[in-house]
């Protein structure tokens, strides 16, 4: 059985730092993109950007790169989403997501149970 | 960039009815186009892929439709278990990759 299972909720003030997981399990980790989805309170779905963790191959939405980092280790299983100064903003839940086709950008077939980051002072 | 528009914002329609719902996309997405359904704490669940073809274990009353630009989503009978928020989204252009529309709240008339 596919299983994307992230890290708990965390809560965090501005300008620190944060990385939260994703571990996929029950499928080859290398062959399928991870993607990152952004939902921000009582708002819709931001695509953040998507990583290959076969080859480290990143893609980032435009309008968030520079903004933060998706790194993966597929030693582990596991993706990363990583700020190194969060803001207010920040205040969101994050998801993982896969395709379902192997080593395919695609549509987004399975899904994490998110993690919600709140940033305060 | 490849801008999706999700019409309406909210529909109100009583069980047992038929809902449409739609979603444009700026420029042709060819037929890569998936719609999710959200319900409230839960993950996004995949319904639809391919524009037209239905996810695993996803009830036959729900039916996707349209090619390029204009697409629907159509849920043949609404059950209780249906309302929730709806969203479609394009996976075909590069590099933006992904994008969402803003979702249509679905909700009991």
């Known amino acids: 059985e596919v299983q994307l299972v992230q890290s708990g909720a965390e809560v965090k003030k501005p300008g620190e730092s944060l990385r939260i997981s994703c571990k996929g399990s029950?499928?080859?980790?290398?062959?399928?993109?991870i993607g990152w989805v952004r939902q921000m309170p009582g708002k819709g779905l931001e695509w953040m950007g998507i990583?290959?963790?076969?080859?480290?191959?990143?893609r980032y939405s435009p309008s968030l790169q520079g903004q933060v980092t998706i790194s993966a280790d597929k030693s582990i299983s596991t993706a990363y989403l990583q700020w190194s100064s969060l803001k207010a903003s920040d205040t969101a839940m994050y998801y993982c997501a896969r395709p379902g086709l192997v080593a395919t950008l695609d549509y987004f077939d399975y899904w994490g149970q998110g993690t919600l980051v709140s940033v305060s002072s | 960039e490849i801008v999706m528009t999700q019409s309406p914002a909210t529909l109100s329609v009583s069980p047992g009815e038929r809902a449409t719902l739609s979603c444009r996309a700026s420029?042709?997405?060819?037929?890569?186009l998936a719609w999710y359904q959200q319900k409230p704490g839960q993950a996004p669940r995949l319904l639809i892929y391919?524009?037209?073809t239905r996810a695993t274990g996803i009830p036959a009353r729900f039916s996707g439709s349209g090619s390029g630009t204009e697409f629907t989503l159509t849920i043949s009978s609404l059950q209780s278990e249906d309302f929730a928020v709806y969203y479609c989204?394009?996976?075909?252009?590069?590099?933006?990759?992904?994008?969402f529309g803003q979702g249509t709240n679905l909700e009991i008339k």
């Open positions: 990583i290959y963790p076969g080859d480290s191959d990143t």
């Open positions: 989204q394009q996976y075909n252009n590069w590099p933006h990759m992904y994008t």
């Open positions: 029950g499928y080859s980790f290398t062959t399928y993109w």
């Open positions: 420029q042709s997405v060819s037929s890569n």
């Open positions: 391919g524009a037209s």
